[in-house]
Every structure is written in C-alpha cells, then in structure tokens.
C-alpha cells in the first residue's frame, strides 16, 4: 500500500529514466522502488512492450503500477494487462498497405547523411516511422537529430503525411 494513494507519478522512458534506447542504471531502479513505496508510479514510452522490457528489465510490469507502451495504446495496470489499440482493427490492409508504401517511397528518396534501415516498425498501435532507420547506432542517431535540427526533414515528412492522409486521422508525434 502506497502512502499517498491518491497521487500518481507517470515517467517517460527515453530520455528520463533512460538515456534513448538505454537500459536504465540500478540507481535509477533503486530510486523507482523507494518511490513506490509513496506514491503510484507509472511509465509512458512510445516504444512496444517489448523493448520496454529490455530498457527496464523483463519484469517491467511488476515494478510499475501502470505501463504504457506505445504512447498509451497498450497498457497495463497491476501486472495484468488493462487496454490495446490496434491499427489492424481501425483501418484495412489496403489503407495500411498505402500509408506504408508512400512512407518507404519518400525515405528513398530524402537524402541525409546516412540510412541504416528498418525505417518502418509496424506496431501494435502505431506506426514508427524512422528516417535515419531504427538501425542506426546512437552516435548516427545524436548526427542525425543535429542534422534534422537544421533541415527539418521529420516535420517536413509529418505535413506530407498529414496532408496526403488526413482522411485516415492518424496523430502524429
């Protein structure tokens, strides 16, 4: 039982408890565990399931009271699993088939400095889109967020997309 049930503290992967793509340092594990003993913990992370484990530790969804996967679309309350979205029961292979398709064609054709693949990771709720490629390392990762900075070539593919496929109400983020 939590000292302060009525409160309810929600943590970002990539970036607060982790570095991007990191696994978190028993520190921070430590610090999680004290903090649950006061208050309800959650974590919210746009990555799938899977790769939250591998950040947090295969038992992710005991050390936290809620786990959001996937920006909320999967979710888990007390271990147990609690909600899913999915994208295969919104849309048809056809309309799927179509946004990914133009995705791929476009990344073909930007150039930046380097593409390392897996430019697409279809998941549960959503769909990552990378355009460096979820391949890369961290270091072509960091040049790449620099060079995007300077040439916006995310929100440039965001306004494409949201114009070419605003009957399909995806959100972006």
Known sequence: ???TPDVIALFDIDGTLTKPRNEATSEMMDFIR???KKVTI???GGSDHIKQQEQLG???VNEFDYVFAENGLVAFKDGHPLATKCLKD???EAQLKEFINFVLHYIAD???PVKRGTFIEFRSGLIN???VGRNCSQSERDEFEKYDKIHNIRQTLVDVLQKKFAHMNFKYS
């Open 58 to 60: 295969p038992n992710v």
């Open 90 to 92: 919104e849309y048809t």
């Open 34 to 36: 004290e903090l649950r």
């Open 129 to 131: 889109i990378s355009p």
């Open 1 to 3: 039982m939590v000292a």
């Open 42 to 44: 959650g974590i919210v």
């Open 110 to 112: 930007i150039d930046i």
